[in-house]
């Protein structure tokens, strides 16, 4: 690697170069073995080679923003309190990876600061917003003070409110819309979602592999010029399918395995 490629030049090989192959992002890291949004799942997503990873962000109450995808702590951490509840100083010593293995008993949440850190020169980061539009601000500020790369990082939300403020504050960085497209088979349906996507003013989009989605009307999205990215593939009958489509990225919890039994599958 020569020492003078930026970041931005790196990423944009690595996407030329693996253009006709499918390009995995880890959600929540590598989470089919490590604790989803770990700092150990997003190093082990770097080991099984992922394209990227995904995760998920809250603001918390002295204004720290956390890795974290549940509103509360019940399912991985056993309290029974809400993320926006509570302060850094509450959440940093809670252990977070005992509910996924022994092999992880301690593991820590990190914050966004955590997560940039260990960020992978030509990778993508997928970082999910999970609050509202007040969050984008003090992201704004960790990501200036991390001299984050707008060619790696890029937002997504649920929330058009949000991918909104993220395209005001941020017009650098990219954003995508996550939307289920539940009942997308219905053409008036169809075309509401897709007036939505315009909206929201991202430059990406990202659904549901189950959703009922046609082949033709991610053509039609494509072919506006947005990015396309399915979740969360674990399967390589539902990531061939999901090629078939035209997809941009995949988001997976099992990158490694899911790439070697693609490639065992295309061997003669």
Known sequence: MKPFLTTGLLLACAMIASAQSPRFVAHRGASHKAPENTISAFKLAWEENADGVEGDFYLTTDGEVVCFHDKDLKRVAGIDRKIEDMSWPELSGLDVGSWKSEEYKGEKMPRLADVLDVLKPG??????????????????????????????????????????????????????????????DDPAKASEYLQQLENTGAQGFQFDWRAPVSTEWLKGVKDKGYTITSWTVNDAEAARRMIGHGVDFITTDRPGDLRKELANQAKP
């Open 123 to 184: 990778k993508l980061f997928y970082l999910e917003i999970k609050d509202g539009p007040e969050i984008v601000a003090p992201i704004a500020k960790i990501l200036a003070e991390k001299k984050a790369d707008p060619n790696q990082v890029i937002f997504i939300a649920f929330n058009a409110d949000v991918v909104r403020e993220c395209r005001k504050q941020l017009p650098q960085f990219k954003a995508h819309w996550l939307s289920s497209l539940k009942g997308v």
